[in-house]
Antibody, heavy 119, light 105 residues
Framework: EVQLVESGGGLVQPGGSLRLSCAAS????????MSWVRQAPGKGLEWVAN????????YYVDSVKGRFTISRDNAKNSLYLQMNSLRAEDTAVYYC????????????WGQGTMVTVSS | QSALTQPPSASGSPGQSVTISCTGT?????????VSWYQQHPGKAPKLMIY???KRPSGVPDRFSGSKSGNTASLTVSGLQAEDEADYYC?????FGTGTKVTVL
């Protein structure tokens, strides 16, 4: 079964750090771009970052540049998002998604992990 | 880049059709055939329903169809069913639409 499972969310104070993980199974992880997409409470979807198959290219939405770092370990079929200098506006459910460039779409999604930034 | 524009809500009775619009620019929706649509039920992850404007992934009912004219893409749900009640988002080049809540009356 094709599956993505996120972990690592939680409550963190403003200015703090958190590392999200996403475990992939059921497909050849190393063959796909991967993305993180977030959704603030009651709001719409926002693409956050993506990474090429070999990790050589990474792109970020402007609001997280310099604070978040996306990475992957193809040997472990895992995707990561290191989040530093967290702000209240980063509070959201964070989804890991397979970024299918051939289709121009996010074709597989994880169940999401909640990140709350609050004092 | 600004979010693509969708109507906040749409509705229809069971068996009827509902169409949702998604307006972008010539740099995204209008310039390329990379428009996708996602269905999201409350508390659940989004699910891909349409990609490349009008293609359906395996397992998506053919009641769901997509099209495009100029800078506006559309998702049509025919033969509405209770389980179609959800939020729907369009996307093009990693920019999402504002979202449309579909209500089945």
């Amino acid at each position: 079964e094709v599956q993505l499972v996120e972990s690592g969310g939680g409550l963190v104070q403003p200015g703090g750090s958190l590392r999200l993980s996403c475990a992939a199974s059921g497909f050849t992880f190393s063959s796909y771009w991967m993305s993180w997409v977030r959704q603030a409470p009651g709001k719409g979807l926002e693409w956050v970052a993506n990474i090429k198959q070999d990790g050589s290219e990474k792109y970020y939405v402007d609001s997280v540049k310099g604070r978040f770092t996306i990475s992957r370990d193809n040997a472990k079929n895992s995707l990561y998002l290191q989040m530093n200098s967290l702000r209240a506006e980063d509070t959201a459910v964070y989804y890991c998604a397979r970024d299918n460039y051939d289709r121009g779409a996010f074709d597989i999604w994880g169940q999401g992990t909640m990140v709350t930034v609050s004092s | 880049q600004s979010a693509l524009t969708q109507p906040p809500s749409a509705s229809g009775s069971p068996g009827q059709s509902v169409t949702i619009s998604c307006t972008g620019t010539s740099s995204d929706v209008g310039g390329y055939n990379y428009v996708s649509w996602y269905q999201q039920h409350p508390g659940k992850a989004p699910k891909l329903m349409i990609y490349e404007v009008s293609k359906r992934p395996s397992g998506v009912p053919d009641r769901f169809s997509g099209s495009k004219s100029g800078n506006t893409a559309s998702l049509t749900v025919s033969g509405l069913q209770a389980e179609d009640e959800a939020d729907y988002y369009c996307s093009s080049f990693r920019v999402f639409g504002t979202g449309t809540k579909v209500t089945v009356l």
